[in-house]
Structure formats: C-alpha cells, structure tokens
C-alpha cells in the first residue's frame, strides 16, 4: 500500500536520489571489476561468481541491518559521526588491491580463502555502499515524504552500472585504472553522504509522521518479506548457472538474467501501474511448470502426439528456446515475487526493517544455491525446486488474503501448492535418459562433473555441463586409443608424435579423462595440472587411460597457472593448455603474462599447444598476439570430426622457439597462425576485452 504524506518540496529529493544513485551504481561496478581481480588466483568457473554474489548480498544483509540499527538507536547527530568515520576508515583501504595471504594453494576448495580476500579487499567500502538505499531513505522519510521510489532508482542505478561495466569500462581502462576511478567515485559518494547528513540535520522536517500511529507489521508479514525475496534471488543465482553451464556458455549471458532481475525491482517500486497482479500470477503456473519440464533430457524427443507440439518443443529444447523460456520465467517469477513485495510494503518509519528482511530473504536463497547446494545435491536440484518455491509462495500469496471478496483464493492457493508439489517430485527424475546411462555424478565448488554411458555406440563420456571433457571407447580393442579433441590427427596429437624418440616430459593443462596419456611411452613423464579435485577420482575410476598408460603419470591439484609460478622451470618438451570448461574462458591463462610463464617451463625447442576450439570466442587472434610478442613460430591444426574414430572436430595452435619444427610432413598445409585474418588481440592480467573476441 501507498503511505500518505505530502509532496516533497521543489528539488529537496535531488541529493539523496544523487547519493543513493551513485551508491548503487558504484556498488554494481565493482563487483565485476572485484571477479576480474580474483580471476588469476580463483579461475573463471561459475562457482567463483556464485561466492562473489553471495558475499555481496551477505554484505548488504549486514549493511540494511546496519542501517536498522543505526536509525532506531541513535541520533541523527550519532548516525553522522560514526557513519563519517567509518568512511574514513574505508577511503584508507582504498585503492582495491589483492592480498597474497588469501592466495589458494593445492587442491582445497577456495571458497574460505575467496570471502577472506573479498572481505579484506573490498569490505569495509561494499558495506557502507550498501547502507545508503535505506539510511538515506530513512533520512527521507524524516520529513514524512514517501521514498520508496529511491529504491527503483538505486535498482537503475545498478542496472547502468552492470552493462556500462562490459560496454565502456573494461574494454577502455586496465584493471589498475579501474580501481583508482572506483576509489575516486567512492570519495565522491562519501562527500555526498556527509553533506546530505549535515543537510538533513540542520533542516526542521518539512512535514511530520501522520500522527495516527501507523500499523506495525506482524512476525507473518515479516515472514513473508522475507520468502517473496529469498525466491527470486535463488531462482537468480540458479538460472544462471543453468544458462552458461548447462545451455550455452555464452560470455556475457549471465548479464541478462541479473539484468532482469533488477528491471523488476524497478518496475514493481516505481509504482503501481507496472506490476498486474492477474497478468504474473496467471503466468507463473504456466511458465514455471514449462521451465521445469524442459529441464528433462529428453523434453526435446519425447512423443508429443501431435506434431505442432513435437515441434514447440524441439524449439523450447534448442540454445535459443532455453535462452528465451527460462529468461521469460525468470523475469515472470521476479515480478510476482517482486511485485508482491511492494504491495505489503509498510509504512515509511518501518522502511529499515522491511529492507532488513528483503536483504535476508536474498542473502539466504544466495546461501541455499552458492553453499548448501553443492554439498548436498549431486546435480543442479536447486532450480527445479527453487521454480517449486515461486509456485508455493504465489500460492501462499494468494491464501493470505481470503475473504468475502477473495472468495476462489483459497482453491487457487491449493492449486498452486499441488503444482509446487509435483514441480519437487519431478526434481528427482531429471536424470533419466532414454539415450544415454548415467554411471556416475559429482559436484562441488567447481560445477558438476557426470559421466554417460552410451551403450548402442559402446561409448563412455565424462562431461562439464554442455561440454565433453573426454571420452573413451567401451570396447577393450579400441579403449587405449586418444579420442575426442585428443585423436592421433589433432594438433596435440601430431606435435607429441613429432617430438623426439627419447623419454619426453610432457605438462598437461587440464585432466579431463586422461585422454592424453594415451600418448605414453616407457621413461615418458606426464604431468597434468588440474584445478577441479574432483576430476582426477572421476578419471583414475572411470577411464583407463591414466592407470594404463605407459608413461610416469602425475597429477598437480590446483590452479596451473599458480602451481607453475610456485615451480622450478620444468623443462617440458610439449605444454598443453586445454583448461577452458563448459567453453568459458579463464582469461588468466591466454594474457601475456601466462604465455612468458608458459616458454619459460619449456625447453628451448619445446612446444606450447593451445587448444583454442570455441562456439563463442574466437580465440586465435589472442595467441597470434602472444606469439608475435614474444618471437615464436606457430602453426593452427584444424581437426575435421570422425565418429568411428572417436575423434571430435577440434582447433589447436601450436606455438615454438623452432621455426623447424613444421617442417615435418604432419604440418604441411597448416596455415602459419599470423596469416589468419583479423587483428591481433594482445590480452594481458590487467587489461583484456572479450567483447573483441566474440564470434
């Protein structure tokens, strides 16, 4: 509901819309800049980017309840003289930079280690951010004006903020300049605050509280603040990993459904014109059953009966109707949830304590996907249930209000519930393919890893979401034989066959199956770095390849960039870099930086092979620049597919000090990597546009 109050005096809202504009948009800046500053040391898995936004919304959890505490148990004089010191205390932390004492080391899970450095990098300048929206509001409400449209504005704020970042930030400014004009924006913003506090405290309100005492709102309405935003916020964090792990690892598609979650904050607290209550309460039972539905491996070929329906559901199956259907339910969900929010919310002198519990509600549907999912489910269980979840508090919504008016509620209530229901019972059938076995699954920090079987071509696959991260034949004949994007005729292939007869030491970027060591010979020495401590159980138990290869095989836990800078020059005779999962790119290991340490743990005439195979990213113009850069020779191997040979079409540049190296027959006919068309693309750990890079 509306709280009344008179209108606000010409231009009195234009500094604290500024304050809390600038607050939001600085708070949606340095989160992607933060991720980009951890890359190096975490990789570019989505688990990392989970951690991080489950960070940020614990810490502005506290920062709302900070802001609650403050209003209600100090003056306004205490408020400015402890909130203008703790913004001190934060500019001297500034500008943002990492700790070494947080950097992970082997293969323990990163998670403690990752909110320890984010803590001490950013902390203490996140949390005061992240007291604006409500403090100022509050500070609003003194007057007795009606300030929830300053939440939709802080919610444009973070929206501009989340797609200027990828559009005008990162591909213009390196990361050291980054820091230095976020910490400029944070003295800017710390100046606004004070000054709108010292404002605010010389001025008499300009309208009283309506004296009437306002109600107070019971523990049931608290409850369900806090339920109507814990489902948005999981079904957020959820979503999103579905789309880039386990439909298309597109860069950039994360932006759209956190680009749509904030559009409907905006919507539903701009007023009341946007959010239709029939419209999103009739869509939810529709598109959310739909969206779960779709989440069966074989939605796309089941029998349909007729042949339009077949046909919607081949197109719902598809990249493109996942992006579209799951993008629509989210967006349908967040405007239930969202807009059911601002129809309870209280009256403004309660405003702390409702944000308090709107901050709750996120951090924990954060908590329930970042940290309680992974441990206790092997598969990504929380999207079907958190759909179930939307679809039980739009029922719970809907019970809540019954009377003589409302008179068919209750029954719709129940209906919503039943939907709910089966939505959580159906969550235990996903797995269930007519086509392909499933024999083993795991999950942990690092996303899920699962392994098929395919019986009808004797075919066994360990996959990472979309993307196959090797395979072996079932048939003992053919089961020592490299497949995949790791075949005799691959570029990886061909370059270890050319290197010398005597024992080879060989490092290997990325585990996978152990595809690679097929390529074993007595007195050969491989050694894999491998930063998922789960792949290597999956691969010893699962695949043949390491146990029977007939080289000396090791396996390094932990990031490879990290593990190599920690060593002693290794002196390989072939590196290997294939570490990119589910076609996402951990930037850190193609800059300039990676590549020096690359030659640098090669033998003078040993070979660097990059696999660089991507639907998305053309990769190639990246390491034509490293090459150039540093003086080498190169070659780029296309490799056509082959299904009775298990070989997979893959593209792999292979980069040495020995211009001779390609004079060897297997080379003839592959093109010299400077020869391609197109600039080069020079990325290095502070500088890097991936936009350049797309296909």
Known sequence: MDTPGGPPAEGSLRLPALTIFLSAFLLFQVQPMVGKLVLPWFGGSAGVWTTCLLFFQTLLLLGYLYAHVVTHHLSHRGQLLLHGGLLVAAMLTLPLRLHPFFQPSGGAEPLGRLLGLLTLTVGLPYLLLSTTGPLVQAWVARRGQVPYRLFALSNLASMVALFSYPLLVEPYLPLRAQSWAWSAGFILFGTLVLTLARRVAREVPALPYDPNPAERPGAGMKALWIAFAAVPSALLMAVTTHLSTNVAPIPFLWVLPLGLYLLSFILCFDGTRWYRRGLFLGLTPVLLPLMALSLHPDFRWLDYRFEVLSRAAQWLGSVRGQVVLFSTGLFVACMM???????????????????????????????????????????????????????????????????????????????????????????????????????????????????????????????????????????????????????????????????????????????????????????????????????????????????????????????????????????????????????????????????????????????????????????????????????????????????????????????????????????????????????????????????????
């Open 337 to 695: 949830a969202h807009g059911e929010l601002a129809r309870r919310r209280p009256h403004p002198r309660f405003l702390t304590g409702f944000y308090l519990r709107l901050s709750l509600g996120g951090a924990l549907g954060g908590v329930f996907v970042a940290w309680v999912a992974p441990r206790v489910f092997t598969t990504y269980l929380e999207l079907p249930l958190g759909l179930a979840a939307a679809l039980a508090v739009a029922g719970l919504s809907l019970a809540w209000e019954v009377g003589p008016r409302h008179r068919w509620q209750p029954v719709l209530a129940g209906a919503f519930g039943l939907l709910a229901l089966g939505l959580g019972l159906q969550a235990l059938h996903l797995d269930q393919s007519a086509e392909q076995v499933l024999v083993a699954r795991g999950r942990n920090f690092y996303g899920t890893l699962a392994v098929y079987d395919d019986p009808a071509q004797s075919w066994r696959t360990l996959a990472h979401g979309t993307i196959t991260h090797g395979g072996q034949f079932l048939d003992p004949r053919k089961a020592g034989r490299p497949a995949t994007y790791y075949s005799l005729d691959s570029g990886v292939g061909l370059a270890i066959a050319s290197l010398p007869e005597a024992p080879r030491k060989l490092g290997l970027v990325g585990l996978g199956a152990g595809s690679l060591a097929a390529y074993g010979r007595p007195g050969d020495h491989f050694r894999f770095y491998e930063i998922n401590p789960l792949v290597e159980p999956f691969a010893r138990r699962y695949f043949t390849y390491l146990g029977q290869s007939r080289a000396r095989t090791e396996v390094v836990l932990g990031d490879a960039r990290l593990s190599l800078e920690g060593e002693a020059p290794q002196g390989y005779d072939l590196l290997a870099i294939d570490a990119f999962s589910s076609d996402s790119i951990p930037v850190h290991l193609l800059t300039r930086e990676a590549f020096a340490l690359y030659f640098r743990n090669l033998k003078p005439d040993g070979v660097l092979a990059v696999h660089v195979s991507n639907k998305y990213l053309a990769l190639q113009p990246v390491v034509r620049a490293a090459v150039d850069a540093f003086g080498k020779h190169a070659r780029v191997v296309d490799t056509e597919s082959d299904e009775e040979e298990g070989s997979y079409g893959s593209t792999w540049v292979l980069i040495t000090q020995d211009g001779s190296f390609f004079d060897r027959p297997a080379f003839k006919g592959n093109e010299d990597v400077r020869r391609l068309p197109g600039a080069s693309l020079l990325w290095r750990d502070d500088f890097s546009n991936l936009f350049r890079a797309l296909k």
